[in-house]
């Protein structure tokens, strides 16, 4: 006997079961119904808590006001270095020119580790977003370089509820062949053998999300 065959013996002999027991059927209780999705307004609503209870930061804000908003987040984070994604949907927001009037100097998002490690603000979009969970998926490409939302200190999110998924089937779905892709549930958590808790150790320590109306 191999230590599989050890191991689900052993399985057995604590359940009382034979090999030849019928399996019991599953009770009512264990079935979780598909989720089903809600209006926008709604969806985003329960994005946004989820991401607030798990230490996100979340704000809905407008083509007019995402400067003042850039302004704000650069003031108060104390922002130097940024890097972006190379999308499309972020260079029609016209950020680079942006991050120029604020004195924020950008690194190419395909600069080596240790300058996108050394830069205080990474920005992206989203490609699929659960709002059951407070969970971003974001795809990794040429334009979209999976370190951006890795390696600087803070992350941003700029996204629209276009991504807004019920659950991961259907994210799975569309992700089929990808190579890679990244799940960001807030900020990098890391904890130790006694439970200690760690923020921004192994990413991010801080989550900013905010949608574009």
Not at 8 to 25: F, K, Q
Not at 65 to 80: G, N, P, T, W, Y
Not at 152 to 162: D, E, V
Not at 166 to 189: C, N
Request: with cysteine; proline share 5%; net charge neutral.
């Amino acid at each position: 006997m191999n230590a599989r065959e050890q191991i689900l013996a052993d399985v057995r002999l604590a359940l009382r079961r034979r090999t030849d027991s019928l399996v019991a059927p599953m009770p009512a209780t264990a079935r979780v119904a598909p989720r089903v999705t809600q209006d926008a307004k709604t969806e985003l609503d329960a994005l946004f808590a989820e991401i607030t209870k798990l230490g996100g930061n979340c704000a809905r804000v407008t083509r007019d006001s995402l400067r003042d908003a850039f302004a704000k987040l650069v003031s108060e984070q104390a922002i130097k270095k940024a890097t972006l994604w190379q999308t499309r949907e972020l260079n029609d927001l016209g950020l680079a020119e942006m991050f120029r009037e604020l004195g924020v100097a950008l690194v190419s998002p395909h600069a080596d580790k240790r300058a996108l490690a050394e830069c205080d603000l990474g920005i992206t979009g989203a490609d699929a977003a659960f709002p059951e969970t407070g969970t971003l998926l974001l795809r990794s490409s040429p334009e979209k370089p999976r370190a951006v939302s890795l390696l600087p200190r803070i992350h941003l999110a700029i996204i629209n509820s276009f991504i807004l998924r019920a659950d991961l089937a259907p994210a799975f779905a569309e992700m089929k062949g990808d190579g890679y892709f990244v799940f960001v549930t807030g900020p990098s958590r890391t904890a130790d053998i006694e439970l200690t808790v760690t923020i921004g150790v192994h990413g991010p320590k801080a989550l900013f999300v905010w949608v574009v109306e």
